[in-house]
């Protein structure tokens, strides 16, 4: 069974640091470019950040981009996400996928096949 399973959300300070994890198991990760979007209560799911599948490219949402960086060991088979400065709107459920390479605008959430649980990020004031 495919499997993708977010680690490191929790509670963060504003301006603080958090790195999310996504293990993925059932497929050949070096297959599929690995992207990560988020959820806020209330709104809908958004892009965040994708990588390609050895990680020669990288692609980032306006609202993130100079303060998160994504980046995937293909060994482990496991996708990162490291985000700086956090901010309060960053509060959300973020959620890594697997990208469905024979599309290319990592940008839209249909061309991804498989999903993971999502891990909590809440940043506070």
């Known amino acids: 069974q495919v499997q993708l399973v977010e680690s490191g959300g929790g509670l963060v300070q504003a301006g603080g640091s958090l790195r999310l994890s996504c293990a993925a198991s059932?497929?050949?990760?070096?297959?599929?470019?690995m992207g990560w979007f988020r959820q806020a209560p209330g709104k809908e799911r958004e892009f965040v950040a994708a990588i390609s599948r050895y990680g020669g490219g990288t692609y980032f949402a306006d609202s993130v981009k100079g303060r998160f960086t994504i980046s995937r060991g293909n060994a482990k088979n496991t996708v990162y996400l490291q985000m700086n400065s956090l901010r309060v709107e960053d509060t959300a459920i973020y959620y890594c996928?697997?990208?469905?390479?024979?599309?290319?605008?990592?940008?839209?959430?249909?061309?991804?096949?498989?999903w993971g649980q999502g891990t909590q990020v809440t940043v506070s004031s």
């Open positions: 059932g497929y050949t990760f070096s297959s599929y470019g």
């Open positions: 996928a697997a990208h469905n390479d024979r599309y290319n605008d990592y940008r839209r959430s249909y061309e991804y096949d498989y």
